[in-house]
């Protein structure tokens, strides 16, 4: 520690003759008292970088913008049911990927009812199991070609039938109007009236037959 000392010192004195202060022949010994403190303490390692954990954070967004769609959480789609009690049609919500797309939702309004909502009065008009073939989009207007069991049912069940798969496949985002076809063939369907239609229908053509919204107290 004593030649470390020196050494220093010597180093120094050199630096400080660089600045213009006259040079000593020898070393000097400069009493300990009088030695800087930066200069007495020890040498050390190198305290070694801090240590960074991995990031688990979400890569940062490219600014792309999402596709449109009902699993965005920003649109809505429902089906419609039948109340068993009043024979009005009553929306009801399901979850997203029975409303992902238009297929996927009238799939879900053929299959009928789930068990809590059977047992809470809804029932559906659909009630010959139609199978859907596929839905051709025009535009806004959506082209749903069904099984040909569609064409069995008779009656009011007919009416309440059609007004379901419209006001169904209007609740999609996007759509408007519906035309039928039955494996492919164009087919008329009743209106309130009882009138057959084989024009484009809308949400209009049956929100008479909507149950009322219930009063707020």
Do not use: W
């Not at 010597?10 to 930066?38: E, F, K, N, T, W």
């Amino acid at each position: 520690m004593t030649r470390l000392r020196l050494l220093l010192v010597a180093i120094l004195a050199m630096a400080l003759a660089g600045c213009g202060v006259g040079a000593q022949q020898r070393a000097v010994v400069i009493p300990s008292d009088d030695v800087p403190s930066v200069l007495s303490a020890p040498l050390s390692s190198p305290s070694p970088p801090p240590s960074v954990e991995p990031s688990t954070s979400a890569p940062p967004s490219t600014g792309a913008p999402s596709s449109p769609s009902i699993t965005s959480g920003t649109l809505a789609a429902s089906v419609y049911l039948v109340d068993d009690t009043t024979n009005r049609l009553v929306a009801v919500h399901r979850s997203r990927n029975q409303t992902a797309t238009l297929s996927t939702l009238i799939r879900t309004l053929l299959i009928g009812p789930t068990e809590a909502e059977s047992a809470a009065g809804l029932t559906t008009a659909i009630n010959t199991s139609p199978a859907l073939n596929k839905i051709t989009i025009q535009g806004s207007l959506a082209i749903i070609d069904l099984s040909s069991s569609f064409g069995d049912i008779r009656g009011a069940a007919e009416v309440l039938a059609s007004a379901q798969v419209v006001l169904t496949a209007v609740s999609y985002p996007g759509t408007e109007s519906v035309l039928f076809t039955l494996d492919g063939t164009p087919t008329a369907v009743p209106l309130v009236s009882g009138v057959l239609s084989s024009d484009p229908l809308t949400f209009a053509d049956y929100a008479s037959l909507l149950a009322p919204a219930p009063s707020t107290p």
